[in-house]
């Protein structure tokens, strides 16, 4: 799975990186007193540690707040935010020409570290709190907090992102990349706030990150924006502890160029509208997808959040009636165990069947606590079919799906029953499903089976 390119990158480099000189952004008259506009004083240094050659330390002191608008980081640099030191995301749009606090561009060699954090002031961006709705509604702009696009040999370490307004870290065509110990504090009832979104990257590792944000926590993606860098593979993602409303670990739904060789494994998700997803609605294929030893639960939130409480969401839909979607094939998902209150689905459509899924000691078990109405599977984002499909709730359900087998796998059910809760396993236009070792009653064994087949 990893390969020697990955490996001879972010897995060694940067263990015994030597800084050749800092750059201290106090030294140039940055004042960090939360209120003077220190961009132009840091992006000078920025330059100037950049001109001077690889391993030079751009030192942002603790014990100061920055406010900023864009900076653009270059090659061979370290970017350093010591001790408590503070990056303050300006509120005034004229200060963001491209969009984003952090930016990067065919950087090689760069490095994001500290203990310091960097601040999106995600409530100033936005207008009110809609009750009805549970979450803020955003004003007409508001940042990324990094964006690092085209890089070599990147590494993201240790920092802490807070209140992210929009997307977090989107690594948009990077490779050899290590993303290590990387904490994100973002509100739970901010849309659009992703923790980490590699898109279109390759040959990269994220470990060790702890990340709560509203929107998905970890999601690899090939979007149409990034489409000439090609597709995403070789990731890999582990030892992770993620809290989110929305999906925890998820490929998509852009998926405008093949993902593979993807490999999830030792996390929790605390909380999540979803476990374990991958949402394909663009023409690109997804194949050779694991996941492993990782525990989830899976919730509904309130109507907007897409997501609505499967435990195990792997779906093949086309965006638009007109989209030729891709094939998702060859997924492993081995030594899960989840509580959820909606199906784990496998769901392909006529024009893309779902190959080849294999769940390996996989036990779930649903139950219904929140407040929200259920009877419902989100298929969102699609104009093909319903986005909201009304739906009875069995623990397993397989659609045009072919080769899906459940090895020594187990389903329970909580005490909260509700009458929509049926089948342990339920199959649609499905062939070669493989229940044998499958355990467990159905919701209500006295006048369901176990078992329904379509």
């Not at 840091?42 to 030079?56: F, L, M, N, P, S």
């Not at 899960?336 to 199906?343: D, K, L, S």
């Not at 899906?404 to 389903?411: G, I, K, P, Q, S």
């Amino acid at each position: 799975m990893l390969t020697a390119s990955l490996l001879a990158g972010p897995l060694v480099r940067g263990q015994g990186t030597r800084v050749i000189r800092d750059f201290n952004v106090r030294d140039y008259g940055a004042l960090g007193d939360s209120r003077t506009l220190d961009t132009a004083v840091i992006q000078r240094v920025i330059d100037t540690a950049a001109a001077a050659g690889g391993r030079a330390r751009v030192l942002l002191p603790g014990g100061k707040r920055y406010l900023c608008g864009s900076l653009q980081l270059r090659s061979g640099i370290e970017f350093h935010l010591a001790d408590d030191a503070e990056l303050l995301a300006s509120t005034d749009p004229a200060h963001y020409p491209n969009r984003a606090l952090l930016a990067a561009t065919d950087a090689f060699g760069l490095r994001l570290t500290g203990t310091g954090r960097i601040n999106g002031r995600s409530r100033e961006f936005m207008t009110h709190f809609d009750e009805k709705d549970e979450w803020w509604r955003p004003k007409e702009f508001r940042p990324r907090l990094a964006v690092l696009t085209g890089c070599q040999g990147l590494e993201v370490r240790d920092v802490t992102f807070f209140e992210a307004p929009s997307w977090t870290l989107h690594l948009v065509g990077c490779c050899s990349t290590l993303v290590d110990g990387v904490k994100i504090r973002n509100q739970l009832d901010v849309p659009n706030c992703d923790g980490i979104d590699p898109d279109h990257c390759h040959d990269m590792e994220i470990r060790n990150c702890d990340i709560r944000c509203g929107d998905d926590a970890i999601v690899i993606k090939a979007t149409r924006a990034g489409a000439a860098y090609g597709g995403s593979e070789n990731i890999v993602v582990k030892d992770c502890v993620l809290e989110t409303q929305d999906s925890g670990l998820k490929i998509g739904t852009e998926t405008v160029a093949d993902i593979r060789r993807i490999r999830f494994e030792r996390c929790e998700i605390k909380s999540g509208c979803r476990g374990l997803t991958i949402q394909l609605r663009d023409e690109g294929n997804v194949s050779d997808i694991e996941f492993k030893d990782i525990r989830f639960t899976a919730r509904y939130h309130s109507a907007p959040w897409w997501g609505r409480g499967e435990g195990i969401s792997f779906t093949a839909i086309p965006r638009t009636p007109e989209t030729k979607v891709g094939i998702l094939s060859d997924v492993r998902v081995t030594d899960v165990t989840g509580r959820a209150e909606n199906t784990m689905r496998i769901s392909g459509s006529p024009g893309s069947r779902i190959r080849n899924v294999r769940f390996q000691n996989v036990a779930l078990s649903l139950d219904r606590w929140t407040k929200y109405p259920g009877g419902v599977w989100d298929n969102r984002p699609t104009t093909a079919m319903h986005a909201l499909e009304p739906h009875a709730t069995p623990a397993i359900h397989v659609r045009h799906a072919d080769g899906v087998a459940f090895r020594d796998c187990r389903v329970d059910w909580g005490p909260n029953r509700p009458e929509y809760f049926t089948h342990a396993l339920e199959t649609v236009d499905a062939t070669g499903v493989d229940a044998a070792s499958l355990r467990g009653e159905s919701a209500f064994p006295a006048r369901l089976p176990a078992m329904k087949f379509h």
